[in-house]
Every structure is written in structure tokens, then in C-alpha cells.
């Protein structure tokens, strides 16, 4: 069974700072990894998903993240933080059918 | 419709009642998967749908859960006799078929039982 580990609950970050959020899975093959942030009280919003081939994959408002077979590690990667991106950061992993979660990252921007 | 659509968006309910919580899918999906999101908690996997089917009901934490879907499009998740613990809110996505696609999420639905 696939799992998803996102060691780092909280971090703080000046704005316009760079961030690395991290993730680690586990599961025997190739997954499929993606990335999902939630603002307070709202639904999930999909960043940025691998499913194969580049390995770096471009996602929306400014983030990217780098899939790496032999570290089995899916970062979130953004050279610039703003205001806005404080938010709880999703990390995910899916096989052949569900999609399993990690527990999170809260991202907070201090100006 | 152009997203996946849960309703109630809150529910408060007394403890001992019955919910259900509906969620409308994006049109043409087949993959159907229900989620618990507890206070300061991450995303509990509860159920998916293929089509009809359920093939993975491993996440309902009771028999007082349960949950159906029905023309392959809209779902209910019933939550019989709540109890405090139920709190929650329950996201509902969506996705093309059951694996290597995008999964939509909807904006959940808040539950308090009280």
C-alpha cells in the first residue's frame, strides 16, 4: 500500500524568501504524486501532479516540484514566496485506484 | 456542472440523528472518492466509487457509514447515529476514470454534530 510522509509540520518564511516544501513516499512502483493547497476554510486546489516523463513539472501560481525515483521524493519548490501563499500544503500519492494524503504543511509568510 | 458540487455546504445536526451529504460529480467522471477532514487533521481516505461500484469501502471507520452512488453520477454518504466524533468536513472529488488522472475536489461539506 503506497503512504506519504511530510515530515515538516510548520514553517515560517519572510516573503519573497525561497521555499522547499517536502514529501516522501512510499510505494513499489511509479506513482502518481501531486500537490494540493488549501487556503482556511476552502476545498483542495490542485498546484501540480507528476504522471511521467519530466521529471520537473511546472504547476500554477509559481510552484514546481521535482520527482526523484531514488530519494522516492516529490518536493515543492517556489523561488519566491508571497503573502498569499500562506496555506496548508498537500502532498499525495496514488497507485492504482485511491489517492492517499500525507498530514500536511502549514506554510505561514510573515512580511 | 463545471466542478464537483457537495451539498450541504454545513450541517448542524443533533447527536443521534442520520445526515446525508451529497456530492455531484463533474459530468463524465467515473471515479467517485469521499474524504474526512477532521479539525487540524489531515485528509482521511473514507471510500471510492468506479462507476456504481465500490471497490474500496476500507475507510469508513463504522457500519454507521455508508455510501452510495447511483447512475454512475451522483453519490450520498449517509452517516447514521452521529456522534460528536463525526465532526468533520467531508470532501467529495471526482476524477475521468480510477487512476492516472486529475482529481477534482469539491469545496466539502461541514459537519457539527452537537
Known amino acids: 500500500a503506497q503512504s506519504v510522509t511530510q515530515p515538516d509540520i510548520h514553517i515560517t518564511v519572510s516573503e519573497g524568501a525561497s521555499l522547499e516544501l517536502r514529501c516522501n513516499y512510499s510505494?513499489?512502483?511509479?506513482?502518481?504524486l501531486f500537490w494540493y493547497v488549501q487556503s482556511p476554510g476552502q476545498g483542495l486546489q490542485l498546484l501540480l501532479k507528476y504522471f511521467s516523463g519530466d521529471t520537473l513539472v511546472q504547476g500554477i501560481k509559481g510552484f514546481e516540484a521535482e520527482f526523484k525515483r531514488s530519494q522516492s521524493s516529490f518536493n515543492l519548490r517556489k523561488p519566491s514566496v508571497h503573502w498569499s501563499d500562506a496555506a496548508e500544503y498537500f502532498c499525495?500519492?496514488?497507485?492504482?485506484?485511491?489517492?492517499?494524503f500525507g498530514t500536511g504543511t502549514r506554510l505561514q509568510v510573515f512580511p | 456542472g463545471a466542478g464537483v458540487s457537495q451539498s450541504p455546504s454545513n450541517k448542524v445536526t443533533e447527536k443521534g440523528k442520520d445526515v446525508e451529504l451529497r456530492c455531484d460529480p463533474i459530468?463524465?467522471?467515473?471515479?467517485l472518492y469521499w474524504y474526512r477532514q477532521s479539525l487540524g487533521q489531515g485528509l482521511e481516505f473514507l471510500i471510492y466509487?468506479?462507476?456504481?461500484?465500490?471497490?474500496?469501502k476500507s475507510g469508513l471507520p463504522s457500519d454507521r457509514f455508508s455510501a452510495e452512488r447511483t447512475g454512475g453520477s451522483v453519490s450520498t454518504l449517509t452517516i447514521q447515529r452521529t456522534q460528536q466524533e463525526d465532526s468533520a468536513v467531508y470532501l467529495c472529488?471526482?476524477?475521468?476514470?480510477?487512476?492516472?488522472?486529475?482529481?477534482?475536489f469539491g469545496e466539502g461539506s461541514w459537519l457539527t454534530v452537537v
Open positions: 472529488a471526482s476524477s475521468l476514470t480510477y487512476s492516472g488522472n486529475t482529481i477534482y
Open positions: 510505494y513499489g512502483a511509479t506513482p502518481y
Open positions: 466509487f468506479q462507476g456504481n461500484s465500490a471497490p474500496d
Open positions: 499525495a500519492v496514488q497507485g492504482t485506484d485511491k489517492l492517499i
Open positions: 459530468s463524465g467522471h467515473t471515479a
